[in-house]
């Protein structure tokens, strides 16, 4: 009996009543709703388009590219065989946090935080107790402002080293030098840090205070001491673990004028006392420490305002009066024959595609995006049009013969920022500005 009725209850209980989605579940019925609405933004905004390019655009492109990075040829550094050192894992670190930046170029540099601030190369290094970005030393602004305001930023590995220690008679001190030949044309030294880290050793008070001193060597006598220039000082507690770094901006600008002059930096360590130590026993790494705490020097560079060549004195020639016209508003709209409007499109570039993942670090491509599609009267809002851009629409339909339409183009443009290795296994920086379509608009 039971099945009977049950059986009677469904024959008799007919086609669910409702539109067909009140039988999906509110879980369901989200998504869908969410995958629509992201369909349509994304089809409004950038439409998706790759393609393969041939031998002759390839070659063509990285021609492009090379010139945008300044560079006159394809470098060819050598393969590595060693771990990483400290110079190419700051400036990876760096790397990252300059894409951290975000979208407008003015925004503050993100110097602390998750994954930041280790030397650690994308977690290729055990972590370090100290902020990898710190400030620079004394004469210069905080690193946030130096980086968001360079072009290029280079690091140096220590070449030479030299000391007097223990074995010597007092005052000790060490020495370094750094190769700067491979310097950009064209730019200017806006800062230049020397770095070097120091770690805990036995038999130092903690609370003892020690003065570290660098000095630029201008000139070396035989049997004298050399002449030296106080670059930069700082007070640490002989207890303290970390990186520390020495503003040499003077000396670089020094070098960059005059490479024959650069005869390196010497650092000396001194007590409260005015008592001479060792750098290796206060615990200063050198050349002969762990690859990713060695010594290195890093540099911030900004191209020089090259001055505008004055324009070219023309004859002046007499010319015909044209006729004035009363440019009444137009009373017809372009017919739309089908016309994407003005939009962002996708465009890729890969730099792995074009065969430079031996030499580019980082990224592996970026999208550069482009803008196309027509801009049709009348302007909306949805097109950023200019007011030019309005006008010379309205004179177009008037007189097409005289005046262009208006254009499809970018209106706001980012840098990017792109990490690779020259021909002397220097780790460089490039940001470039107005490298990625941000909007487009009718100009």
Not at 111 to 117: K, L
Not at 205 to 217: C, D, G, K, P
Request: with cysteine; aromatic share 8%; proline share 9%.
């Amino acid at each position: 009996r039971d099945q009977r009725e049950s059986k009677q209850t469904r024959s008799t209980s007919g086609p669910p009543s409702g539109p067909p989605w009140a039988l999906l579940h509110p879980r369901t019925l989200l998504l869908l709703l969410f995958m629509s609405l992201w369909s349509q933004q994304a089809e409004a905004v950038v439409h998706s388009s790759f393609r393969r390019l041939s031998g002759r655009e390839k070659k063509e492109m990285q021609k492009e590219i090379l010139s945008i990075l300044g560079l006159p040829g394809r470098p060819r550094p050598h393969p590595p065989l060693r771990p990483p050192s400290s110079a190419p894992l700051f400036m990876l670190d760096l790397y990252h946090a300059m894409s951290a930046d975000g979208e407008d170029e003015g925004n503050e540099i993100i110097v602390s935080g998750p994954g930041m601030g280790r030397f650690g190369g994308a977690e290729r290094l055990a972590q370090v107790n100290h902020p990898a970005l710190p400030t620079l030393s004394t004469h210069t602004p905080p690193l946030g402002t130096v980086v968001s305001e360079a072009d290029t930023v280079m690091s140096f590995v220590n070449l030479v080293e030299q000391e007097r220690d223990l074995l010597q008679p007092r005052p000790y001190w060490k020495e370094f030098r750094f190769d700067l030949t491979p310097l950009p044309q064209g730019e200017t030294v806006t800062a230049a840090e020397f770095r070097i880290y120091k770690t805990l050793t036995m038999g130092q008070r903690a609370n003892r205070t020690l003065h570290i001193s660098v000095y630029e060597i201008q000139r070396e006598n035989r049997h004298r001491e050399p002449e030296l220039v106080l670059l930069d000082m700082q007070s640490v507690p002989a207890g303290q673990e970390g990186w520390l770094a020495f503003d040499v901006t003077s000396a670089s600008n020094h070098w960059l004028l005059q490479p024959r002059s650069n005869l390196g930096i010497r650092l000396y360590v001194e007590t409260e006392e005015d008592r001479s130590l060792s750098a290796g026993w206060i615990g200063l790494v050198g050349r002969r420490g762990p690859r990713s705490k060695q010594p290195f020097m890093v540099t911030f560079f900004r191209e020089s305002q090259v001055p505008c060549r004055p324009p070219r004195a023309v004859k002046s020639h007499p010319r015909k009066k044209k006729p004035k016209y009363d440019l009444p508003l137009p009373n017809r709209s372009p017919v739309n024959n089908g016309g994407q409007p003005c939009k962002k499109h996708e465009l890729y570039v890969s730099f792995s595609d074009l065969g430079w993942k031996d030499w580019v670090l980082a990224p592996t491509g970026y999208s550069a995006y482009y803008c196309d599609g027509e801009c049709f009267y009348p302007l909306g809002s949805c097109m950023n049009a200019t007011n030019h851009a309005l006008i010379q629409q309205v004179v177009h339909l008037l007189k097409p013969d005289e005046v262009p339409k208006a254009c499809c183009a970018p209106t706001k443009l980012s840098p990017i920022s792109v990490l690779f290795y020259d021909d002397n296994n220097n780790v460089i920086l490039k940001k470039h500005r107005n490298m990625v379509v941000k909007t487009c608009g009718c100009l």
